[in-house]
């Protein structure tokens, strides 16, 4: 923002592009359509998505997105490009400060708390690390300064009191921009949407509306009398009576704290200046959030995002999931019950744009499918004596993948097609093996079987999913919560149930398949979840 800040260059590789990168591509909110996807700069990639607004624990929503961000970064990876990664975190807003308040917390030190547990979660459900994760709090300098541009570009006007002293309230113009609305197409009439915006809005519950709507509540600051039309917005906002001290900045402004939209735009300039290629969120966000960033950006003198990419809610019997309509899934509550890897396979199993039905179903077809790859590479493991290493899945490049996996992923990440495809190859590695026999003779026969196996665990890690990956094998073959405060009972259980497993492993490597059989069907029937994996056997109650 200043001179002396110069944007940060977090990139240190060369990158070597695939020439399936050639072919992808993706949808932007902003054109409704799926369209080529060009790097602002040749073998790099930015994107900046927006995280948590750490107020309190994270729903299986915040997660869906996360995963659905995480395998649009991996795709890129995958492909050669050297992708730089902000993802920021929101610790003060009103929210914040009000529960805090309720609580009797200091608000930095609940934001921090919940910062940590969203962390805790995007580890254990095997959401890669940004490249850089910065925090609006330690922003603000940047958000100043970006605001003092807006206003002397004449898009931006200070709230001031009778005696001509700054109140702390700056407000966007938004009748200065003609351009406003460019995401959404909203026009400059209150109300007049078109068509190509109703139909994106028919994937779900309003998202464009304001006011009463439940999707998206105003900012109580966006509700000020001082403001000189009912559509600008916050940039800058003067504490509440109730605020405490050490939620209040000085500036030209006066006294106050960010708008809620300032910060993205000032952290993904701070960071991605002449790398934005994609801004990525929830579909909630696209308003008033993305469309008021992108205004204020622009008439800041900045680039905005090339490309603005949107995941969809996660539903619950056709109802977005939220805390507020009381149907969030908490996602404690949710991997208390179920593997982590069951989790992130349930939460990105779907296209990132299409709606995700949450049931037990979908855990239950998640389940199915940790049985299948772990079997399958178990299988394929055993026959050959040994497993690829984790340095030589990375570096499979996309132009060694399957074409119908490089096609899919390449048509605007479509997941479900991927999907498809690391399933023909599973059927594919059981066939080979079925006809040479599980123990792999000749040098030929295990070249074959290994290269085949390479190919699906470099499939499957480029949606995150190689049991043989962290954090797979850390928490065990299906990332299985630590039992160490496990009940008396619950060890008991253990005991028996180890002794059933370690039967039926050798009935396997008997290959008395009818045994091990036996052994799996007759602990389901008595409530046990068998889940089979490179590492071992696990088991949970259903």
Known sequence: ????????????????????????????????????????????????????????????????AAVAFDVVRRWFMRLGYDVTFVRNVTDIDDKILDKAAAAGQQWWARAYYYEREFTRFYDQLGVLPPTVEPRATGHVPDMVSLIQRIVDNGHGYVVRDADGNPTGNVYFD????????????????????????????????????????KYNPV????????????????????????????????????????????????MSHRYLDGMFDIHGGGLDLRFPHHENEMAQTRAAGYESAARWMHSAWVTAKGEKMSKSLGTGLSVPSVLADHSAWVVRYALGSVQYRSMLEWSDQALVEAQAAYERVSN?????????????????????????????????????????????????????????????????????AKATVRGQLLTLRAMLDTLGLDPLAEPW??????GAADDGDATPERRALDALIGEQLDARAEARKARDFAKADAIRDALNAAGIAIEDGPQGSTWSLK
């Open 473 to 478: 094998v850390s928490d065990g073959a299906a």
């Open 219 to 266: 900012d109580p600051a966006d509700a000020s009398p001082d403001k000189h039309d009912p559509r600008d917005f916050a940039l800058w906002k003067a504490p509440k009576d109730t605020d405490p001290e050490t939620a209040r900045w000085a500036t030209p402004f006066g006294v106050g704290r960010p708008g809620w939209h300032i910060e993205c735009s000032a």
């Open 174 to 213: 938004v009748a200065s921009w003609p351009a406003y609305g460019e995401l959404t197409h909203q026009k400059q009439s209150a109300g007049e949407v078109d068509e190509a915006a109703a139909v994106a809005d028919r994937m779900g519950p309003s998202v464009d509306a304001s006011g009463d709507d």
């Open 376 to 444: 399958c590479i178990e299988r394929a493991g055993a026959a050959i004596g040994e497993q690829p290493t984790r340095d030589e899945v990375e570096a499979v490049n996309a132009d060694l993948l399957p074409a119908d996996f490089t096609a899919a992923l390449n048509n605007d990440v479509n997941v479900p097609g991927a999907l498809a495809a690391i399933f023909t190859q599973i059927r594919t590695i059981n066939g080979t093996l079925s006809n040479v026999g599980d123990e792999v003779d000749g040098d030929a």
């Open 1 to 64: 923002m200043g001179t002396s800040q110069e944007p940060q260059n977090f990139s240190t590789s060369a990158a070597s592009v695939a020439k399936a990168a050639a072919d992808l591509k993706l949808y932007d909110t902003a054109s409704h359509a799926v369209s080529s996807f060009t790097p602002i700069k040749p073998g790099k990639v930015g994107i900046y998505v927006c995280g948590a607004t750490v107020q309190s624990s994270p729903h299986i929503g915040h997660m869906r």
